[in-house]
């Protein structure tokens, strides 16, 4: 009897560690995609700030 609880008690143990894996890999993409889209921001609003030839056609938000 005791030798069929081992079997159950591995898939359990896999099982948890699986989770524990899924946890934290969903933690990183939550984190990454935090700073993906910070990134985006700080990014758009130096361009904005900056007058980026590249997004005005070659001038500035203020010169034309």
Known sequence: MGGE?????GALQRRKRL??????L???ALALA???????VLHAEMLW?????SVFGGRGPDRG
């Open 5 to 9: 609880l081992v079997p159950g008690l």
């Open 26 to 28: 969903a933690g990183w």
């Open 34 to 40: 935090g700073i993906g889209i910070g990134l985006m």
């Open 19 to 24: 989770l524990e894996q899924e946890k934290w």
């Open 49 to 53: 700030f900056g007058g980026c030839p």
